[in-house]
């Protein structure tokens, strides 16, 4: 079986369980498995822009030099923690000034210079597997029903960096639910952000944000969304009063996939 090294993030083990244990059972399936970092700490949640922003970027280095060392790409799940743990290791790797702050600090943990490849759970989908093996393991095809991708803006900028996708037009959550099955629904808000991080010092903006997104995604069609931002599922569920239901797309995974996440991954499921 593949073995990928794998950062869950903080939320991932409260309130988004659910995000992190339908996506262990489905790698299982499909014949990957995650294993989690030991005593891995928190990436931030935010990444720091500031160029003497050293000690902020140790978590996600210590994270990343643990993947060098298996010899393995790390995975990630969550859109926050995916987007500063790429962004932290383009900073290991092209910018010589912080690398060197960085490794003096570590001492004799370092030194690291952005080796690690980083990968998110979807790439791991489309790039090793691949969407059309996906297809072939699907035992319950998602026929029928009309689910929208919500990005959002942390999988897909800055561009240069994340490399996930194209940001004005990503197809590869579409290309997912094609091989799941579903009837793909494609709107304009899919890719912009949901106003998660202002939510606490301009609430109404955020909402307003958020109200887009859903009121998009109903217009063109869609009767549910996938994320894999924990951020964006509450902002958008909190707006749309549930009218839109909002789901990790790991959920979804595993239920085509015909399989549930065991009682005790799923024991704190926000």
């Known amino acids: 079986m593949v073995v990928y090294t794998y950062y869950p993030g903080c939320t991932l083990k409260t309130q988004a369980a659910r995000l992190d244990s339908y996506a262990r059972v489905s790698a299982?399936?499909?014949?990957?498995?995650?294993?989690?970092?030991?005593?891995?700490?928190?990436?931030?949640?935010?990444?720091?822009?500031?160029?003497?922003?050293?000690?902020?970027?140790?978590?996600?280095?210590?994270?990343?030099?643990?993947a060098r060392d298996s010899g393995r790409p790390l995975v990630t799940l969550c859109s926050a923690c995916h987007h500063v743990m790429k962004r932290v290791n383009h900073d290991m790797r092209m910018d010589k000034d912080m690398r060197a702050k960085v490794n003096n600090y570590l001492?004799?943990?370092?030194?690291?210079?952005g080796e690690t490849e980083v990968l998110h759970y979807l790439e791991v989908l489309h790039k090793h597997l691949g969407f059309a093996k996906l297809k072939e393991m699907v035992v319950n095809p998602l026929s029928g029903r009309k689910i929208g991708?919500?990005?959002g803006c942390m999988l897909l900028r800055p561009s240069a960096v994340m490399e996930f996708d194209d940001p004005e037009n990503p197809t590869l959550f579409e290309n997912f639910l094609k091989a799941?099955?579903?009837?793909?629904?494609?709107?304009?808000?899919?890719?912009?952000?949901?106003?998660?991080?202002?939510s606490l010092r301009e609430r109404e903006r955020s909402a307003e944000m958020a109200a887009?997104?859903?009121?998009?995604?109903?217009?063109?069609?869609?009767?549910?969304?996938?994320?894999?931002?924990?951020?964006?599922?509450?902002?958008?569920?909190?707006?749309?009063?549930?009218?839109?239901?909002v789901v990790y797309f790991t959920e979804l995974l595993a239920q085509a996939l015909g399989?549930?996440?065991?009682?005790?991954?799923a024991a704190h499921v926000g």
Not at 212 to 235: F, M, Q
Request: hydrophobic fraction near 35%; charge should be negative.
């Open 259 to 265: 399989v549930e996440a065991e009682e005790e991954e």
């Open 149 to 151: 991708a919500y990005y």
């Open 107 to 113: 001492e004799d943990e370092g030194p690291y210079g």
């Open 180 to 198: 799941l099955g579903a009837e793909q629904v494609v709107f304009p808000q899919r890719n912009e952000c949901c106003g998660g991080y202002i």
């Open 28 to 66: 299982r399936a499909l014949g990957f498995e995650l294993e989690e970092i030991d005593q891995w700490q928190c990436c931030g949640a935010v990444y720091p822009l500031g160029t003497d922003e050293v000690a902020a970027k140790l978590a996600c280095v210590r994270a990343l030099m643990a």
């Open 212 to 245: 887009k997104v859903a009121d998009s995604a109903a217009r063109h069609g869609a009767e549910e969304l996938i994320t894999a931002c924990p951020l964006c599922l509450y902002n958008v569920n909190k707006t749309s009063g549930g009218k839109l239901p």
